[in-house]
């Protein structure tokens, strides 16, 4: 590895790369590249020139950066786990390709949570740790200058064979950092545009302790908002400016403070921010509000609130420390069916210590959730332990997980595009533990015998003898816990496997 403190490079051009969170798909939604945006937001107002390549738009990234007039200071590549590390890896070789001796910094999730194996890498030479902004800078400084990179706090490098970590920084001041110049990228290039739909972040972090989730370690359980007036404001401006009519609230938890999103709430209708949102909410806070708050959530546009259950017993949501009840997830749909609201909430399954009956009354629970509030959707996912997170060090120290050795082995044990973790699919590389493929049976003959929206299907159905037939047998096998011979089930998967091959995106 080169050591970068020794050099000077008077560029002031700097590249930003988000790639690809997942394989292509002919159907999604491209929302903007927030974290690029920040950061390069933040950098140009200090004097840099920025590029942001977005692969997931960029028809050609390969091309974009081999026409690059000169070797800019440095590429910066944004990354998550998962498909995402798959990407940008493959970016950061097309940079060794064209740019052999321009550095390449790495930042997000996934490098903080493991700076030593990413920097160790011959395709990374710093990572940025955490909230990235102000470290960046001051590397960029340090890069444009030659100086020693040992004074930036919070990056991890390598010098003379040797992992440098140096101090943790303080956080950023979320507030003070400055509204995002969405000039840095092509919008018309994304359909999120198109639909008049935007994306935007009021707040960063989260408070709570969820043992399953890096944001803890990232933020130091903190939480900061933008202010009411300058997030109407910004987004005056925003739906203005670029004819919005809906704003996805990406926070992790956009209602923490009620008060604070009350006067947001009531701004916009104010404003005559005349556009419809969707927003998260903790299930112990949404339990605690006053029915103007609910009124006021559905009178300023709300299209859906995120809401995550997780499990369908107490003690599975007291080892995952969410800190809620199931007399809470409960109590969630009474409210959002009392009020109107559409919602959505998600649960996990295999997660540790949970036993069949807990699978069983988490998939029960769904479904009543479901009989009380139809707008209600419910999603799915299978429980997958995250480096950074108490889990993953547990299952480790078990022996229940062998913990991947590169980047590439990173990504492929974590893959970032959520349908390899529906319940009954199978992963792509067709691996299913013991554990796993019994989940997957149980939550196929739960889906097909009780899920509500099973049933209404098969009432718009042409064959609806055959597959109301079907669903009794499916609801006979999970009722009474009988899997011997699953014909339905073998089915199913023989059925999913070719349509993989056919359909999937490669």
Not at 25 to 30: A, E, N, T
Not at 141 to 146: I, W
Not at 388 to 400: C, E, I, N
Request: glycine share 4%.
């Amino acid at each position: 590895m080169t050591d970068l403190s020794d050099r000077r490079n008077q560029s002031k051009k700097v590249v930003i790369i988000f790639p690809k969170l997942e394989k292509p798909r002919p159907d999604r939604l491209h929302y903007l590249p927030l974290s690029a945006l920040a950061l390069g937001t933040f950098i140009g107002k200090e004097g840099y020139e920025v590029t942001i390549i977005d692969s997931r738009v960029e028809l050609d990234y390969e091309r974009r950066i081999r026409e690059l007039e000169a070797p800019p200071l440095c590429f910066g590549i944004s990354s998550i786990v998962g498909y995402q590390v798959t990407e940008g890896l493959a970016i950061a070789r097309v940079v060794r390709k064209h740019f052999p001796d321009t550095p390449i910094i790495w930042g997000g999730w996934f490098p903080t949570m493991l700076p030593d194996l990413t920097v160790k890498s011959p395709l990374a030479d710093v990572v940025v740790r955490g909230e990235g902004e102000s470290a960046f800078l001051e590397l960029l400084d340090c890069l444009r200058d030659g100086k020693d990179l040992s004074e930036i706090r919070g990056i991890t490098f390598m010098q003379n064979g040797k992992v440098i970590h140096t101090p943790e920084r303080p956080h950023e001041d979320f507030s003070e950092l400055p509204a995002l110049n969405y000039e840095l990228v092509d919008l018309s290039r994304y359909n999120s545009i198109q639909n008049h739909s935007i994306n935007y972040q009021t707040s960063r972090g989260c408070p709570y302790r969820c043992k399953f989730c890096c944001t803890p370690k990232l933020y130091g359980r903190r939480w900061q908002g933008l202010k009411p007036e300058r997030v109407l404001d910004e987004l005056e401006h925003i739906i203005r400016k670029y004819d919005i009519n809906h704003v996805e609230f990406i926070d992790d938890n956009f209602l923490n403070a009620p008060e604070r999103a009350r006067r947001i709430l009531e701004g916009m209708i104010e404003r005559g921010l005349n556009i419809s949102y969707t927003a998260s909410v903790r299930i112990n806070r949404l339990v605690t509000f006053e029915p103007e708050m609910f009124e006021l959530i559905k009178r300023s546009g709300c299209k859906t609130i995120y809401a995550s259950s997780e499990s369908g017993t107490d003690k599975i949501l007291n080892v995952i420390q969410k800190d809620i009840t199931v007399e809470q997830i409960r109590k969630m749909a009474v409210l959002f069916n009392r009020y109107k609201i559409p919602a959505r909430t998600t649960f996990m399954v295999g997660l540790p210590e949970e036993t069949h009956e807990d699978l069983k009354a988490t998939l029960l629970l769904s479904k009543e959730l479901i009989d009380t509030y139809n707008d209600l959707d419910v999603y799915y996912s299978f429980f997958l332990p995250i480096a950074g997170t108490d889990f993953f060090t547990d299952a480790k120290s078990r022996g229940l997980i062998i913990e991947p050795e590169t980047l590439e082995e990173w990504a492929d044990f974590a893959p970032a595009d959520q349908r390899q973790f529906r319940l009954f699919l199978t992963t792509s590389d067709g691996v299913s533990t013991p554990k796993r493929y019994k989940i997957k049976m149980v939550s196929f003959y739960f889906w097909f015998g009780h899920y509500p929206r099973f049933a209404k299907f098969i009432a718009r159905s042409k064959i609806f003898s055959p597959l109301a037939i079907f669903r009794k047998v499916c609801a006979l096998r999970f009722d009474h816990d009988f899997y011997a011979f699953p014909i339905e089930w073998w089915l199913f998967r023989a059925i999913w496997a070719v349509k993989l091959r056919l359909f999937e995106p490669k």
